[in-house]
């Protein structure tokens, strides 16, 4: 791969905020390709051959949250993703009346067989996962009724544990209703660019779309960002502005579902429910790290935190689930930014009145308090977990030794532990563009 540097980046105490970088050349040769002349000192452009990308698949867990989703597109999605990284599905689809869980296994077992995949397939209800929550003291994502909840972050959250197990050092993500295999492939490889440029053992890469295809006026029109993004994005950077005083646009991929990280850093984040999840990456990251609050781990301050956002080549095609859906995402992704203690009360202003605007809420209304928060997986026991899904025969390749795991005292979450404490929050925030 042929992709450039960072041309900004924008700092937030430890945290480093790459702007968007474009990949030149979706594949650039073997380490040692002829006619390649030696890299030059200062150049802008990196080339990554594929042997170094390939050691980071090696080292990298795909997760593929799937809901009741078409299974020839999932195996699309399949195909596309490199063959060294390690797969896991985690499927909340329906196991009644029809067992559609069981249909997409079957499916999807026999086509990695052609592939020549191993992949590890589990159901988000599975009674040994939920055991292993309850056990490990990560009793957080049950429901009423002890089964693990719905949603995609939930499934998010509990594949993490899985990666964990796996002894695989990043872990990536990969919505399973996505219409082109080539941009899946690409995506992974563009986790990989970042891993392979990053300094830090505590970074994450997000994939901002070049373009999504729509059909407008029987054309095809090539959108350059969804909706949602636009807006989350507006408010992200401008709670970063409201703290560092400077107007900034850093932020391009507040809602990016396609994203991979370090294992460290995923281990060490808090998480929220649904489709917030994206964007509060962000707000926990800010919370966490960013300096205002108390910095819970010494080896972030030191390492730094390095956020990548890599803008893909392939257009992103995807199922269309309707308005509804669009705007309650939207919704989430506002909530969880006006809910965070960072939020200064000018913000929450500038929020309300977006969402007025857009017709989300009723003129007046205040937001309701719909999302979850989940303390970071270091919380839970992670030997207790393995070892209550160690017989399971989808835990073959879950079993990294553990002999020396020290579970730390668990801290709860971040957003819990700074209630009462006084944070100085901006008295303004600068305004919004016009709308
Ligand atoms: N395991 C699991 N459990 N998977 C789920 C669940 C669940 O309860 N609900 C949805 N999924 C799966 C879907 O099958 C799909 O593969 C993926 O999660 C994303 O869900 P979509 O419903 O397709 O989301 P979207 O396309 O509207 O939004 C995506 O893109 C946004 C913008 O980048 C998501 O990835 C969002 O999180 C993201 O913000
Ligand atoms: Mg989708």
């Known amino acids: 791969?042929?992709?450039?540097?960072?041309?900004?980046?924008?700092?937030?105490?430890?945290?480093?905020?790459?702007?968007?970088?474009?990949?030149?050349?979706?594949?650039?040769?073997?380490?040692?390709?002829?006619?390649?002349?030696?890299?030059?000192?200062?150049?802008?452009?990196?080339?990554?051959?594929?042997?170094?990308?390939?050691?980071?698949?090696?080292?990298?867990?795909?997760?593929?949250?799937?809901?009741?989703?078409?299974?020839?597109?999932?195996?699309?999605?399949?195909?596309?993703?490199?063959?060294?990284?390690?797969?896991?599905?985690?499927?909340?689809?329906?196991?009644?009346p029809i067992d559609r869980y069981h249909i997409e296994k079957d499916a999807l077992e026999h086509v990695c067989k052609f592939m020549?995949?191993?992949v590890i397939i589990v159901?988000?209800?599975?009674?040994?996962?939920?055991?292993?929550?309850?056990?490990?003291?990560?009793?957080?994502?049950?429901?009423?009724?002890?089964?693990?909840?719905?949603?995609?972050?939930?499934?998010?959250?509990?594949?993490?544990?899985?990666?964990?197990?796996?002894?695989?050092?990043?872990?990536?993500?990969?919505?399973?209703?996505?219409?082109?295999?080539?941009?899946?492939?690409?995506?992974?490889?563009?986790?990989?660019?970042?891993?392979?440029?990053?300094?830090?053992?505590?970074?994450?890469?997000?994939?901002?779309?070049?373009?999504?295809?729509?059909?407008?006026?029987?054309n095809l029109f090539f959108a350059k960002r969804g909706r949602v993004s636009e807006h989350t994005n507006k408010i992200l950077n401008a709670l970063i502005s409201s703290f560092t005083g400077y107007g900034t646009e850093i932020i391009k991929t507040g809602n990016a579902g396609e994203h991979a990280m370090t294992m460290d850093l995923a281990i060490n984040l808090d998480y929220s429910s649904g489709y917030s999840i994206e964007p509060y990456h962000y707000i926990n990251m800010l919370e966490r790290f960013g300096g205002i609050l108390d910095n819970p781990i010494p080896a972030v301050l030191k390492q730094g935190i390095e956020i990548f956002q890599i803008e893909s080549r392939n257009p992103h095609l995807h199922e269309v689930k309707g308005e509804e859906h669009v705007e309650s995402m939207s919704m989430e992704a506002m909530e969880v930014i006006y809910r965070s203690p960072l939020c200064s009360p000018s913000l929450k202003q500038e929020i309300l009145e977006d969402i007025y605007h857009r017709g989300l809420l009723a003129e007046g209304k205040k937001i309701q308090e719909t999302l979850t928060?989940?303390?970071?997986?270091?919380?839970?026991?992670?030997?207790?977990f393995q070892d209550v899904i160690k017989n399971e025969p989808y835990a073959e390749l879950l079993q990294v030794d553990l002999s020396n795991y020290k579970h730390s005292k668990a801290s709860g979450l971040q957003r819990d532990l700074v209630k009462g404490k006084k944070i100085n929050l901006p008295e303004s925030t600068p305004k919004l563009e016009a709308k």
């Open 116 to 118: 020549k995949k191993n």
């Open 373 to 384: 928060y989940y303390p970071a997986i270091v919380n839970a026991n992670l030997k207790v």
């Open 1 to 96: 791969m042929r992709i450039e540097i960072p041309r900004e980046v924008e700092r937030f105490g430890p945290i480093m905020f790459h702007d968007v970088q474009k990949v030149y050349e979706l594949d650039a040769g073997l380490k040692h390709a002829r006619n390649e002349s030696k890299p030059k000192e200062k150049s802008v452009i990196r080339r990554l051959s594929y042997e170094s990308l390939q050691e980071i698949q090696e080292q990298m867990c795909i997760i593929v949250p799937i809901r009741n989703e078409k299974i020839k597109l999932i195996e699309g999605v399949l195909c596309g993703i490199p063959h060294h990284c390690q797969v896991i599905i985690v499927s909340n689809s329906d196991r009644a």
């Open 123 to 218: 159901h988000q209800k599975d009674p040994k996962l939920r055991e292993a929550c309850e056990k490990s003291g990560y009793k957080f994502l049950l429901n009423e009724e002890g089964e693990i909840k719905n949603g995609k972050a939930e499934g998010m959250i509990l594949s993490t544990f899985l990666a964990f197990l796996s002894g695989k050092k990043y872990i990536g993500f990969i919505d399973s209703d996505n219409y082109f295999p080539g941009a899946v492939h690409e995506y992974v490889q563009e986790y990989c660019a970042g891993f392979h440029t990053s300094k830090s053992d505590y970074s994450m890469v997000r994939i901002a779309w070049h373009s999504k295809p729509k059909i407008v006026e029987s």
